[in-house]
């Protein structure tokens, strides 16, 4: 396949874990990576954008005017965007009877609601035409997962936004697919009960946890123009998981 120079990348939530895998593929393959973060993030994340010379943009993805922000930013300092990969996101569990609305909303505004404005507001002028957009969802958004019900449900909607979006962005040649990850060894699975990591690791085939390079290795296939033909899909990177097999 060729390589991705001279295209630019944005990858939310690129200061560390996934994100920061992510980041480091797509610069290796050649594509000049945007990474953005929370502004509290600002250390990690300048650190991940100066190893692999790319670019640092802070901004929450909650924010209200974040979509506006990261679309004139692409399209004044790179003249707009090819890749586009929505990572960032976050987990606020609790059983569906204990679930408050700000675990609700919080999960469903940055996993999913971000996605969506952003992705929109990047399609009125800073995604070029053959671009590629990638969103993280979940195994837990195909076969749920006990005390995330906002979680699942917002990665469910990822995979629903995804198959709807590849239809309407066909003609433009954007291709619009979706990777679910198993269980992977990064920062928010550390923060786990023991017992439930071990569990997690057990229920794949491959009888341990993905590595985040795992993650942004699959993000990098189908950022690349040799994966033209691919659209529309949810490309599981779970090691065999039992879950939703």
């Known amino acids: ?80 965007v090819d890749i586009v990969v929505h990572n960032a996101g976050i987990t606020r569990d609790r059983t569906l009877a204990r679930m408050d609305e700000g675990r609700w ?8 609601d971000a996605i969506l404005r952003i992705t929109q507001a990047l399609l009125d002028g800073a995604l070029h035409d053959g671009g590629r957009i990638i969103s993280l969802s979940s195994i837990g958004g195909i076969a749920g997962n006990m005390g995330q019900t ?15 979006l590849s239809g309407q962005l066909a003609k433009r040649g954007i291709t619009v697919n979706a990777v679910a990850p198993g269980f992977i060894e990064t920062r928010m699975t550390a923060e786990m009960p023991v ?17 985040p390079e795992d993650v942004g290795n699959a993000i990098a296939f189908l950022s690349h123009p040799g994966s033209a033909g691919v659209t529309g899909n949810v490309l599981r990177v779970c090691g065999g998981a039992l879950l939703g097999a």
Do not use: W
């Open 105 to 112: 909303s919080s999960v469903l505004g940055i996993n999913l």
């Open 1 to 80: 396949m060729a390589g991705l120079e001279g295209k630019v990348a944005i990858v939310t939530g690129a200061a560390r874990g996934i994100g920061e895998a992510t980041a480091r593929a797509l610069a290796a393959d050649g594509a000049h990576v945007v990474c953005l973060d929370r502004p509290e993030d600002d250390g990690p994340l300048s650190e991940v954008a100066s190893s692999i010379g790319g670019s640092t943009l802070l901004c929450n993805v909650l924010d209200e005017d974040a979509p506006r922000r990261i679309s004139q930013y692409l399209i004044e300092t790179h003249g707009g």
């Open 195 to 211: 017992v439930v990591r071990e569990v997690g690791r057990r229920l794949a085939a491959l009888g341990q946890g993905g590595q």
């Open 150 to 164: 906002n979680y699942g449900a917002s990665k469910a909607g990822v995979i629903g936004f995804t198959r709807f």
